[in-house]
C-alpha cells in the first residue's frame, strides 16, 4: 500500500463538529461494524475476510480484483467497497465521529454522520455519496446522491443531493449538477457485486411464568358392566 507523504490536517475537519451523535466504542479494538464479502480478494487486517466478521476501530479493510466488502455499521447505515480500494477505520475523539481514510479506489457511503478522508480531500458526510479517490494521480471525486455534505479541505463548501466535486492536487473543478441518468451511472459498479445474507439469529424463547391456567380435564366415564339377568 503506498500511502501518501503528505495528509490534510484534521483540524478543519475536528473544528467543523461541533456535537456527536453516535454511541460508538472510542478505544482502538472497538466494534464498529460486521464485514460481508463479495469475490475471493477481500482482506481484514491482512487477513482473508469473510461473512461475520467484526470491524473494528483502527481496522484495516483492502479488496482485490472482482471483489467486493460491505461494512454494516452497528450503529445504523453502511460502507460498500469497489474493487482495489483500501480503507481504515480511526475515530475521532473530540468530534465523536468515525473516520474513513481512503487511499485509493471507490466507495458508497451511507451513514448519518461520518467523516471522510482522502490524499487531498477531507469532509463530513450525511446520508449518501459515492467516493472516488486515485491516488497516483491526486484525484478525488465525491458524489452525493441524498443529504448534504461539508468539504473542509482544500476548501470549505457544502454539497448538496445531485452535486459532484472534483478535486485535482488542490485544483477544485465547479461543481457539477447531475442529472438522474449521471447519477445512475456513477453508482453502477454496485450491480456487479452480490452478497448473501447474514443467517438470523435464533429468538430466545421465554418460558411462560407462572404457567398459563388450563383448566382440569375430566376423565371420560368408566363403563358400566351389563346388569345380570336371573332367569
Keep these: 500500500m503506498n500511502v501518501p507523504a503528505r495528509w490534510f490536517s484534521l483540524s478543519l ?95 458508497y457511503l451511507k451513514r448519518e454522520r461520518a467523516c471522510v478522508e482522502g490524499p487531498n480531500i477531507s469532509l463530513v458526510l450525511n446520508s ?23 468539504i473542509t479541505a ?12 472534483t478535486v485535482t492536487g488542490k485544483r477544485i473543478t465547479p461543481l457539477r449538477t447531475l442529472s438522474p441518468a449521471e447519477l445512475e451511472k456513477t453508482v453502477a459498479w454496485r450491480e456487479k457485486y452480490h452478497f448473501k445474507p447474514l443467517p438470523d439469529e435464533e429468538p430466545i424463547r421465554k418460558p411462560l411464568w407462572p404457567p398459563a391456567y388450563r383448566p382440569p380435564v375430566k376423565p371420560p366415564p368408566t363403563p358400566r358392566p351389563p346388569p345380570i339377568r336371573h332367569d
Design 13 to 107: 475537519l475536528i473544528l467543523s463538529l461541533t456535537a456527536g451523535c453516535v454511541s460508538l466504542p472510542t478505544e482502538p479494538g472497538g466494534a464498529i461494524g460486521t464485514l460481508r464479502v463479495s469475490g475471493p480478494n477481500v482482506w481484514l487486517n491482512n487477513k482473508a475476510g469473510k461473512d461475520g466478521d467484526t470491524v473494528r476501530i483502527g481496522s484495516s479493510l483492502a479488496t482485490g480484483p472482482g471483489s467486493s466488502a460491505l461494512v454494516e455499521f452497528r450503529d445504523g447505515g453502511y460502507l460498500q467497497l469497489d474493487e482495489k480500494t483500501d480503507p481504515i477505520f480511526d475515530w475521532l475523539a473530540q468530534s465523536k465521529c468515525i473516520l474513513i481514510r481512503i487511499f485509493t479506489g471507490q466507495a
Design 128 to 150: 449518501e455519496a459515492n467516493i472516488r479517490i486515485r491516488a497516483g494521480t491526486r484525484l478525488a471525486e465525491v458524489t452525493l446522491l441524498k443529504g448534504n455534505a461539508d
Design 154 to 165: 482544500p476548501a470549505q463548501m457544502r454539497l448538496l443531493p445531485g452535486q459532484q466535486i
